[in-house]
């Protein structure tokens, strides 16, 4: 059931019509991991474009934003672009890559940044943080992009037509997870979260029921996950146990651990498709697009 990469497919969604789709820039967690081992399911953190219902999405600026910048820029060739940014938590792997998105260093861009609160600052403060003189040589507010940076209070919200529900997740500090609403179906993003073996799903099973599309932290085998309670990321067994028991049509493993080389994730994937039951699973591969409404 795995879709290849379908290369010949337009890069973003300014010429891929009124089709709703996602595609994977940055399926890993915590750090980049770039080598001869990542080389299938990809070594950039965690970023999915989305396009949908004439709106472009942006879940997480990880590493992987930075190729997805390069990619619009060029597609968009000098014409604007309006981008919506959302982001699930400030933790460095999913604002990392921010400082290289090229479309924020271009005048005629319209970027929308929308996401709640740091752990402890506000996002507005951190996201210029990691820019700041020791860090970085440029600082966010010298990015000639049009930037927005909103602060989310309200757990349900939309962007253009698209409505979105928010639930915190269980990882440390203030992290979120999403359901996006398209005319093609719902997407669910929930790239850090730490369910409980055995419980019940709770808000994110609530927020995931029957979605069409969901992914979701499935960072640690059970082995694993028996040394790393508390660590705030998912245990393979568990998250594809809460996606079914939620009624969820496609799951896709995200967050993949910076020390699980292809061989692994794909023995990730052979034992998460033991226990899925009717339900379809992938593991997120950079690269892939997947289209809405063709499953
Ligand atoms: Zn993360
Ligand atoms: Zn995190």
Known sequence: MTQAPQNSEPASSIAAG???????????????TPGAGTVRYG????????????????????SGIRPLGLALS????????????????????????????????????????????????????????????????VALAQMPGNIVIEELKETSFSVGKLAVRAVRTKHPGVTMGYRIETSAGSICYIPDHESTPGEHGGEVGELIAGADIVLLDAQYTADEYAMKKGWGHGCLDDVVRIAREAGVKRLFLFHHDPAHDDGFVDMMLARARELAGPMIVDAAKEGERVVLGRL
Request: hydrophobic content about 40%; some cysteine; overall charge negative.
């Open 18 to 32: 009124n089709t709703v789709w996602l595609k994977f820039w940055g399926v890993r967690g915590s750090i980049p």
């Open 74 to 137: 060029a597609e968009a060739a000098g014409q604007p672009l309006t981008l919506t940014l959302l982001l699930t938590h400030t933790h460095w792997d999913h604002i990392q890559g921010f400082p290289f998105f090229v479309p924020a260093y271009q005048p005629q861009n319209q970027i929308r940044v929308l996401g709640y609160d740091g752990a402890r600052r506000a996002l507005q403060y951190t996201l210029a943080g990691q820019m700041e003189s020791p860090y970085f040589p």
């Open 43 to 62: 070594g950039n953190t965690s970023c999915v474009e989305v396009s949908a219902d004439g709106e472009h999405l942006i879940l997480d600026a990880g």
